[in-house]
């Protein structure tokens, strides 16, 4: 790590200058990619309202839970935003151990029983409900709660940092860098079921409801290939209280194909498929913890700590390390590595130090067992100026991080022993270590539908090469046709993990794969539209993203969700709908079951109401 760099982003976050605090604090800053209105949602019904008000009046909309997103697709110019932090809580009361006399049952008509039937095909009994505006701060807290009170029983599977959410880290993909996801698998790999307010109105509940075993295809994780997935509608959207809603079968003219959403929203990204307003996501048995933390006075010879780490994630036998040991671990791109259950990490730092003859280096690898799992340790470490609340990792900064992190393929660096030390060595100065969530169940534990590139799959693990122009040009002369295929030349692969693809992250030139896309002060945004893989091409390659882009055209063909960077958002205007001329219609009721609410308008929520008053005041600054 630059600890210059480092120090300099905490100095700003801790002491902002006078002048710097006033520029970003100042809404109407032409600058600021800040939303004009924002709206706080509280219940489903106000986000089917919102919805279908703004397709009703041409708007389009952002979604935020924390804003935690390195490509800027939480907010936007020119939207309506919903700022979903006020959302229903369900994780405090959202744990569900899973009854074991329902199994040999078929899945239910309403989807009921689906979550729990689908846990017990993957070998699992427990799950999490989480609300749409819950980050993991709050589903981390929920969880250890239950635990202390009940005896640690579950693991859950989350983003390192507090401010993360699971509205945008598991569609992202989810890197488990901190929670075991090379035991468990990856932020897509955990969702169960999925509820959400879609672009033409339809308040929807997903999951898969035929599955099949996948272990003769070496898929050794439980986690059963899915074969079919079905969704309900809720005929009475306007009703407040969750207890009397009604799930049924979507009417005839729906035409959302649910084995598409469930595959684009796992994987392509959040904010642009429609509002996620819960999910139930998986738990796992709970596993002892340690935490190992390198020594920043030993600053010295991070890089050698950087190749052990490497080759006990990567390549274990060269530290005669087993592979169950190795999945063990996990480490995110600091100098903090976590284990779950039985490891020999230190062992293995122990024979590192020994072959290259730097023993004297033994202390600079501390462990820390008295933290019962990772969210004891990160909640640990409240800020005492925001009581209740943690600290955003990394903290804010003045620019955000411009660049992606590649994918460094595992068959790579199987080719040679020596592909780590080139790996590292050619590291962007600014962040030198790699992200290790890969391998294992982030592997193997795919249920093979879901939208995560192939590229997640194979990896060894993550890692930043761009830092100045050079490192550019040698990376993709070098590196890159090294380490992929590029011999179809129509089919541009997937290099970059979509988690931390920073604004400015571009592919390489489209005429020639092996130049760089010249940065923004050397070309226009528009010539690098024109001329470089895009953002979305260079995450999901073309082959996925051309299938992401379709799914994305049949699901909001008025674009209503179109945020920075998402996929979809860097087509041509003629290119977005194929029929520019009609507008968008909000979905009907599913049915028309007598209510004891009047019908109509006069049935909307009170906050559906005050939705209607925005169009007397649509000029007016809320933001």
């Not at 539908?449 to 122009?469: E, G, K």
């Not at 219609?585 to 559906?608: H, I, K, L, Q, R």
Request: proline content about 7%.
């Amino acid at each position: 790590m630059n600890q210059t760099a480092h120090q300099a982003m905490q100095d700003l976050f801790d002491n902002p200058p006078a002048d710097l605090e006033s520029w970003t604090s100042d809404p109407t800053n032409p600058s600021l990619d800040l939303p004009s209105k924002v709206l706080f949602p509280v219940v489903a019904s106000d986000v089917v309202a919102a919805v279908n008000f703004a397709s009703e009046h041409g708007l389009e909309i952002s979604v935020k839970n924390s804003g935690h997103s390195y490509q800027g697709a939480s907010s936007k110019k020119d939207t309506l935003l919903l700022n979903m932090n006020r959302f229903t809580h369900y994780a405090p009361t959202g744990i569900t151990d899973c009854d074991a006399s329902i199994l040999g049952t078929t899945v239910a008509e309403d989807l009921s029983n689906q979550p729990c039937l689908l846990s017990f095909a993957k070998g699992k009994w427990s799950l999490i409900r989480v609300g749409g505006g819950e980050n993991f701060y709050k589903v981390y807290r929920a969880v250890m709660a239950v635990n202390e009170a009940e005896g640690y029983k579950y693991h859950l599977v989350g983003g390192g940092a507090g401010t993360v959410s699971p509205m945008g880290w598991t569609w992202q993909g989810g890197l488990p860098g901190t929670t075991g996801g090379r035991l468990c698998g990856l932020g897509v790999d955990q969702v169960v079921q999925v509820e959400m307010v879609l672009p033409n109105g339809a308040h929807v509940k997903f999951g898969p409801t035929e599955w099949e075993d996948a272990s003769a295809d070496g898929f050794t994780v439980p986690r059963p290939r899915t074969k079919v997935v079905s969704g309900v509608c809720r005929s009475n959207p306007d009703e407040q209280d969750e207890e009397k809603w009604i799930w049924q079968r979507c009417p005839e003219d729906f035409d959302i194909d649910f084995n598409d959403l469930f595959f684009a929203i796992r994987g392509g990204g959040g904010g642009t498929w429609g509002v996620v307003t819960s999910v139930l996501l998986q738990l796992h048995d709970y596993l002892p913890y340690t935490h190992y933390a390198f020594n920043l006075e030993c600053f010295a010879i991070l890089p050698q700590f950087a190749e052990f780490q490497a080759q006990y994630m990567s390549a274990p036998s060269l530290l005669n390390v087993t592979k169950e040991h190795s999945l063990a671990c996990s480490a995110p791109n600091n100098l903090e590595t976590h284990c779950y259950g039985e490891d020999d990490f230190m062992q293995a730092w122990t024979r590192f130090l020994d072959l290259n003859n730097m023993a004297e280096h033994l202390g600079c690898l501390q462990s820390l067992t008295s933290y019962k799992g990772y969210a004891e340790w990160m909640l640990n470490g409240d800020d005492d100026r925001f009581p209740g609340k943690v600290q955003d990792g990394p903290p804010p900064a003045a620019v955000a991080p411009p660049f992606a992190f590649v994918l460094v393929p595992q068959s790579w660096l199987d080719e040679s022993e020596e592909n780590i030390k080139t790996a590292l060595e050619n590291a962007a100065v600014a962040a030198p270590l790699p992200y290790h969530a890969f391998g294992g169940a982030a592997a193997s534990g795919s249920d093979q539908a879901s939208a995560l590139s192939q590229a997640h799959r194979d990896a060894a693990f993550m890692l930043a090469f761009f830092h100045i122009s050079a490192d550019e040009e040698d990376f993709w002369g070098n590196l890159f046709p090294k380490m992929f295929d590029i011999s179809d030349k129509t089919n541009f692969p997937p290099v970059f993990g979509s988690n931390h693809a920073g604004f400015l992250t571009t592919g390489p030139l489209k005429e020639d794969w092996t130049k760089p896309c010249p940065r923004p002060r050397e070309w226009t945004f528009e010539e690098r539209g024109e001329k470089c893989i895009s953002f979305q091409e260079a995450i999901y390659g073309t082959e996925r993203l051309a299938r992401l882009e379709a799914i994305k055209k049949a699901v909001d063909p008025h674009f209503i969700f179109n945020c920075i960077n998402c996929v979809g958002n860097n087509l041509p205007e003629t290119s977005k709908s194929q029929d520019d001329e009609s507008s968008p219609v909000a979905a009907e009721p599913v049915s028309e079951t007598p209510s004891d609410e009047p019908s109509g308008a006069s049935s909307v929520s009170s906050f559906a109401a005050a939705i209607s008053a925005i169009a007397v005041c649509l000029l007016i600054n809320m933001g």
